[in-house]
């Protein structure tokens, strides 16, 4: 898909109607039309409308019967990881050990370097294992690589790397070549030292196919384990420089603050524009590398029950520190015993500072896949926020699935509760994890109403709205309009190419669509087995960030 962006403001610098399609509005169920002034959203309304208030200093755009929305928000992101994962060896769709290795051998014959890549996943391979460090090394040549997992939790390396970065005598490291914790931390910043002009290559390249995909605004969740802090102040330079090009950039920096003083330094060193000292502040690991920390253990790995990173007094403080600091805290947390030590913590923070104060700091907490018995009671005393990943679910869910494989069926049925999250006014707001899951907003937004678990399933609306106006309230926007179009907003949206408009519902008792007017509420994509909606064009506050050459 190109990314081509087209001369906008400078060639017309007056307003652009946008006519002949559908625009979801809460102002208008039935528009068809858009006023587009500046960075503003200036009317919305009927075709009919459309015609008499056109004139000569308006540019016209016809959509020819696409649709208009208010652009996604991905609400967990690593930009820098997700620019070279475009780059990079894509083993998401390898089916065995040795089609990995014949991918390795291929790179390592085509290009010198490292040999990097990502996306594997053993449990869907015959061998039920990962590649080991000698297999790397014969297939590469003696080459140095890193491979890394599905959920970036964990690599496979080879027996070259370890050597010159000495992983043997990390935590974390298996003898096999496969590194997690401490060990690949290590190994992934000895391949990922990036020059600062080739940074800012993969940062802008991961940019650019966000906003291809309808993101108007990406959570960046950097963290000193991922990457340096330079990494998030590259990106944060290259989001605000110059006109609006790209998708805008949420920063969340996870390092633990245990006084004022850390605290504020971190603040300063962001420049002020940090929404929280949150996102990946590890609590827990993942499941697929078997260290997200979960009650009962693994079924496919006795005896191991994933890790705790941090203890409840630690969490606590920080959750403390940064409610008085009037930032957003918040932890990576998959597992059930992971959820509980946040609880606990958020619990002995209110006891500092008060729940009403803790309530008022809008703390987030990333991916929550686990529930344990009164979570959902305590999140909402809290005023907690969660960040899900419909596509972990869609890829990983299921009876047969590596969720079932490692906890088994009933425990994995329960899992990525967004439907009993939602219900009970917990607030919800969606992302990829890119590069963990595909950057793909309607595969995302499906994927909540074809839940594994029925109980589990929303309505196309209900997830449309946490994937767009939710993960701007999550990120603390202090617009309340964003997320929305309406005379009056900002001028933020995506067009899409679709095959067919319709009002959803999460239950196959009732009607799953129906094009009837007289509903009175705003169309959406039917999201069955057809082609899911391509995006046309990306608009930020006026300004076209992509556009796909259909409304030219």
Not at 240 to 266: A, H, I, M
Not at 478 to 503: H, I, K, Y
């Amino acid at each position: 898909m190109s990314a081509s962006v087209p001369p906008s403001g400078p060639e017309h610098p007056g307003p652009v109607l946008y006519r002949n399609g559908s625009v979801y509005s809460p102002a208008d169920p039935y528009a068809t039309a858009m006023l587009v002034d500046g960075g503003t959203v200036a009317w919305i309304g009927s075709e009919h409308a459309a015609t008499s208030i056109a004139d000569s200093s308006m540019r016209i755009v016809d959509l020819g019967g696409r649709l208009v929305t208010p652009g996604f928000v991905d609400s967990h992101v690593h930009t820098t990881e997700a620019g070279l994962a475009l780059e990079t060896l894509d083993l998401s769709a390898a089916g065995s050990v040795q089609e990995v290795l014949e991918l390795v051998a291929g790179q390592a014959a085509r290009e010198a370097g490292p040999v990097l890549g990502h996306g594997w996943d053993e449990t869907r391979w015959p061998e039920n294992r990962p590649p080991t460090a000698d297999e790397l090394d014969r297939a590469s040549g003696g080459r140095e690589v890193y491979l890394s997992r599905a959920d970036v939790h964990s690599a496979v390396v080879s027996g070259t790397l370890a050597a010159r970065t000495g992983l043997q005598d990390a935590d974390g490291w298996t003898a096999t070549g496969q590194v997690r914790t401490v060990a690949l931390e290590r190994a992934r910043a000895a391949v990922r030292k990036l020059a600062p002009e080739r940074r800012r290559q993969v940062q802008e390249r991961a940019l650019r196919h966000a906003g291809s995909r309808g993101y108007v605004a990406v959570a960046e969740m950097g963290a000193p384990h991922i990457g340096p802090a330079e990494d998030l102040l590259s990106l944060l330079e290259l989001a605000g420089s110059g006109p609006r090009q790209l998708p805008k950039v949420l920063p969340y920096w996870g390092q633990l603050v245990r006084t004022p003083e850390e605290r504020d330094r971190l603040v300063e060193l962001f420049g002020g524009r940090l929404r929280g000292l949150a996102g990946d502040l590890g609590m827990d690991g993942s499941i697929g590398s078997h260290t997200a920390c979960v009650h009962g253990g693994y079924a496919d790995a006795p005896g191991e029950s994933g890790a705790l990173f941090l203890d409840t007094e630690e969490a606590a403080r920080h959750v403390e520190l940064c409610t008085e600091g009037g930032i957003q805290a918040g932890f990576h947390v998959i597992g059930d015993a992971g959820l509980d030590r946040v609880l606990e913590a958020l619990e002995l923070a209110a006891g500092r500072v008060g729940q009403a104060a803790v309530r008022a700091g809008r703390h987030r907490l990333e991916h929550v896949e686990m529930l344990p018995p009164g979570a959902v009671g305590k999140l909402l005393d809290y005023g907690i926020s969660v960040s899900m990943q419909p596509l972990f679910d869609a890829y990983w869910g299921g009876d047969s699935s590596l969720y079932a494989a490692r906890l088994g069926t009933e425990r994995a049925l329960a899992m990525n509760a967004i439907g009993t999250l939602q219900t009970s006014g917990v607030p919800v707001c969606l992302g990829s994890d890119a590069p963990v899951t595909a950057q793909d907003p309607w595969a995302a937004v499906r994927a909540c109403l074809e839940h594994h678990n029925p109980a589990e399933r929303v309505s196309a609306r209900a997830a449309f709205l946490a994937h767009t106006r939710a993960g701007w309230r999550a990120a603390g926007e202090r617009n309340p309009l964003e997320g929305q179009l309406a005379p009056g907003t900002p001028a933020t949206f995506a067009v899409w190419d679709v095959e067919e408009l319709s009002v959803q519902t999460p239950d196959n008792r009732v009607s799953a669509w129906s094009t009837d007017a007289r509903a009175g509420t705003p169309l959406l994509p039917s999201l069955g087995a057809g082609q899911l909606p391509r995006c046309e064009r990306t608009v930020v506050d006026g300004s076209v960030i992509f556009d796909g050459g259909a409304l030219a």
